[in-house]
Antibody, heavy 123, light 113 residues
């Protein structure tokens, strides 16, 4: 059974940092692009970042460039999102999701999602 | 960035009736070399993560009931629920995976009339 489990969310002050983790099981993690998607309370879905199977390519939405860093550890079947200089508008549930097998062309087609972890940025 | 616009924002449909959701992209998501539309539909029920329903604009994900269908090409797409069931109450999102950032529509909330 495929499982993606996010952790690391919580309450952080504006300007602070947080590191999210996504631990996977039931998949050969190293052959998939992985993605972070977020959803502000009561709002829609926003693609945040993705990372190539081997970690050599990373892409970010403009609003987080220079503040967030996506990474992965294939030996630990885990995905990470290091978030710094956090702002109130970063408050959201953060989901990790798996891109469909097939490389970069279908990296954005997300076939498995975790349950999400809530990040709240507030003083 | 490609902007995805859904309509309507919400709709209420009687049980057993048809529900239709539209999605328009600001530029074509049809890749000419393979003639595939890089367009997906997701369903999100309250308190749950999104679930992939349809990809390549019209291919149902495994296990998705056949009352769900997708159509369209280029910039205009439709998700149809042919006979609405109570368990279909959810928010539906279209998404283009043609290019990064892989943008979503704002969502359409489907309710029972």
């Amino acid at each position: 059974e495929v499982q993606l489990v996010e952790s690391g969310g919580g309450l952080v002050q504006p300007g602070g940092s947080l590191r999210l983790s996504c631990t996977t099981s039931g998949i050969i993690f190293s052959v998939y692009w992985m993605t972070w998607v977020r959803q502000a309370p009561g709002k829609g879905l926003e693609w945040v970042a993705n990372i190539k199977e081997d970690g050599t390519e990373k892409n970010y939405v403009d609003s987080v460039k220079g503040r967030f860093t996506i990474s992965r550890d294939n030996a630990k079947n885990s995905l990470y999102l290091q978030m710094s200089s956090l702002r109130a508008e970063d408050t959201a549930v953060y989901y990790c999701a798996r891109g469909t097998l097939g490389g970069k062309a279908v990296a954005g087609l997300l076939d498995y999602w975790g349950q999400g972890t809530l990040v709240t940025v507030s003083s | 960035d490609i902007v995805m616009t859904q309509s309507p924002d919400s709709l209420a449909v009687s049980l057993g009736e048809r529900a239709t959701i539209n999605c328009k992209s600001s530029q074509s998501v049809l890749y000419s070399s393979n003639n595939k539309n890089f367009l997906a539909w997701y369903q999100q029920k309250p308190g749950q993560p999104p679930k992939l329903l349809i990809y390549w604009a019209s291919t149902r994900e495994s296990g998705v009931p056949d009352r769900f269908s997708g159509s369209g090409s280029g910039t205009d797409f439709i998700l149809t629920i042919s006979s609405l069931q109570a368990e279909d109450v959810a928010i539906y999102y279209c998404q283009q995976y043609y290019t990064t950032p892989q943008t979503f529509g704002q969502g359409t909330k489907v309710e029972i009339k």
